[in-house]
């Protein structure tokens, strides 16, 4: 109700929040993963701990913090949580090596990332009373195009396949939400999404070669 008080052209659909079921389950199979591995960590409240800890604080006082329409104040502690997570994903890519111990986390910082510019978006269209006119859907292109990059680079840089696939699914619901204002919009973002999708995950360099080879033969 809150983020409806105000169209903000950055939103996802209602439906893309239905990840939270997942992003929870995920934490506690995370969390059951870290546990059974305490015994063979020297400190038993380390780094990770804290780290998760504080998110979990941070979670809280923003989700009270925003129900009180309190939402430039939410977008500092949000801020605050994706810092924190991206602490904790660097963290957890160094010391867990098993899917149970990355994944989790992985998902849960990537819908931060997208979080973190929904909440911009939102503070700054609450500023302007909201918004204006055609730069809301150019920023919006744009903010896709740089969220849908980030998805990539977490892709090729550290062979994380769980981030970019919520950041497609965010991005796909942010078209879907878009055509609520506009059709042509949202067709643009589709678009994005799709090419996103493509230069992420199917292996054109492979595809090429391949080719090469056949004519060659």
Not at 70 to 83: D, E, K, M, P, R
């Amino acid at each position: 109700e809150v983020a409806n008080l105000v169209y903000v052209w950055f939103m996802p659909a209602g439906y893309v929040f239905a990840i939270w079921g997942l992003i929870y389950v995920a934490l506690a199979v995370w969390l059951v993963s870290y546990t059974r591995s305490a015994p063979a960590r020297p400190p038993r409240f380390g780094t990770v701990s804290t780290l998760f800890v504080a998110s979990c604080a941070l979670n809280v006082a923003w989700l009270a913090v925003f129900h009180f329409l309190q939402v430039f104040v939410g977008l500092f502690i949000i801020a605050a949580l994706w810092v924190v997570m991206a602490t904790l994903y660097m963290n957890v890519r160094r010391t867990m090596k098993t899917a149970a111990g990355r994944v989790p986390i992985s998902i849960y910082t990537a819908w931060v990332t997208v979080a973190v510019v929904a909440n911009l978006t939102t503070a700054i269209t609450w500023a302007l009373d909201g918004g204006i006119p055609v730069l809301n859907e150019l920023s919006l292109l744009l903010l896709v195009a740089g969220v849908l990059v980030v998805g990539y680079v977490m892709y090729k840089r550290f062979d994380d396949l769980a981030f970019p696939l919520v950041i497609l699914w965010a991005c796909i619901g942010v078209g879907v939400h878009a055509a609520e204002a506009s059709a042509l919009v949202a067709f643009v973002v589709f678009l994005m999404c799709a090419f996103g999708a493509v230069i992420t995950f199917v292996p054109l360099g492979r595809l090429r070669a391949a080719a090469a080879h056949a004519r060659q033969a």
